[in-house]
């Protein structure tokens, strides 16, 4: 299978193997790479998959776009990455919480963040991927992060042979804990840097890096090139793709679904990435019929499916779910390529650079709204959603899978849709818990990490996960702050 650029239009793009796409992360023209066709999953393969545990599922659905790769190794690399000692319990547990509502827990990893559920394989993924191409260069790992993946890119690509990292954060725009997460990571190929500004602002620094040749030869004669850990990257996005599948899988061993029912998704989405990888799955023929993509109140993407215009000129908020606190959703411009083709997608991505918004064709947006919804919740409902969920159905959720219970509440409402529903659950409680325990209704004054991780420990009856109470011990090690200008500059320091 080969992998073309989502704003290639030549009339015979440029392919390229699984491994090239995942060692550069980035088309050489700034579009993102997608596959030139989707697998397909039958109705027999699905039946087959629900009789596997979760890492050869993943192994099954990865080896379907990774035909380059060795169907051996993969097996050997997924069974590591999802191990009992990095999940304990199993990844991506499916918990029922009443209503036909199901919440897939992805944030049983090192770093309690559904980050982790695919930065665990990554790495290996890429450290394959740099042996199959002949690659003699140290890859030198670029991520913008506004809060989770940051953390679970560190861990997943610390002390790896051949590559080193820097991640980037928006000084006042992550929580308490997932700065500290980030600060005091340990390992000697990591490096953590904050940034002047919001998550766009670090992220737009990593595209012009990527996009800088200047940069790029700089980086050669220092023997490294760049690539990334973002969903840009779809060594990051295909691993995504694997949760959804197995949660239909789940449905079908617990009896709740019969082998062809349709099930409906949401997810809490900034950059697009995590709801764009249940599409695929949708797309290779798991039975999914309505998507809700759920926004905080940088409502930016439910905006677009409302009214096909994407328009990144708004105000900024700051929200108690800072991961989706994003106005440019770098992931969406691969739905514009599979729905609207090459041309389309160029002309709306250099609309988006030059003039900041750019209106989707309507033909295209008929196609988005067959099966997307989309819905917000403010910070008010958030909060509602956190004490409610907690009340009515003895559910501790984060704020980002409030946003989406939230929000399905509201397309449900809306609808009287109540086809079974598996919401993703993006991140522990506890990763947030000072926010958590205010909209419990007592707030935790003090800004101390531990301090806050023991009052909502004994606000609910519930224990902080060990990987979180180990922070607490370790030393900050990184405190510089940049300018998104001199970004670059940190690298080759």
Known sequence: MKYISTRDVSATPVGVTSAEAIKKGLAPDRGLYMPTEIPALSM????????????????????????DYDREKLLADC?????????????????????????????HGPTCAFKDMALQIMPRLLSSALKMTGEEKKAHILV????????????????????????????????????????????DNVNVMAVYGNFDD????????????????????????????????????????VYYVSAYCDLLNDGRIACGDKI????????????????????????????????????????????GLYDRQRVFHKTMSPSMDILISSNLERLLFLLGGAETTA????????????????????????????YSCDEAETAAT????????????????????????????????????????TASPYKFSQDVCASLGTPCESDEPAVILDTLEKLTGTVAPAPLKATLTMPVRFTEVCEPADMAECIFR
Not at 82 to 104: M, Q, T
Not at 266 to 290: E, H, Q, R, S, W
């Open 347 to 374: 002309d709306c991505m250099r609309k988006l650079t030059d003039e900041g918004k750019y209106q989707a064709p309507d033909a295209l947006m008929e196609r988005v709204r067959e099966t997307f919804y989309g």
């Open 144 to 187: 913008a992060t506004s809060g989770d993946t940051g953390k679970a890119a560190l861990e997943g690509y610390r002390d790896v042979e051949g590559i080193d990292i820097t991640v980037y954060f928006p000084v006042d725009g992550v929580s308490t804990m997932q700065k500290m997460q980030m600060t005091t990571q340990a390992g």
């Open 264 to 307: 409906n998704v949401c997810v809490p989405t900034g950059n697009f990435g995590n709801i764009f990888a249940a599409y695929i799955a949708k797309t290779m023929g798991l039975p999914i019929d309505k998507m809700i993509c759920a926004s905080n109140a940088n409502c930016v993407l439910t905006d677009f499916i409302r009214t």
């Open 79 to 107: 069974s590591e990455a999802y191990s009992d000692a990095r999940f304990p319990g199993g990844a991506a547990p499916l918990v029922h919480i009443g209503d036909s509502i199901y919440s897939l827990e992805l944030w």
């Open 386 to 425: 956190i004490l409610a969920t907690y009340k009515e159905r003895n559910y501790l959720a984060d704020p980002h899978t409030c946003v989406a219970l939230g929000c399905l509440e509201k397309y449900r409402r809306d609808t009287g849709d109540c086809t079974p529903c598996v919401v993703a659950s």
């Open 44 to 67: 027999a393969d699905l039946e087959k998959l629900a009789a596997l545990p979760y890492e050869k599922r993943a192994c099954e659905i990865l080896s379907m776009f990774l035909t």
């Open 202 to 241: 670090a992220q737009n620094g990593v595209k012009a890096i990527f996009a800088d040749s200047e940069l790029a030869k700089k980086a050669e004669e220092n023997g490294f090139f760049f690539s990334s850990a973002n969903s840009i990257n779809w060594g990051r996005l295909a691993p995504q793709i």
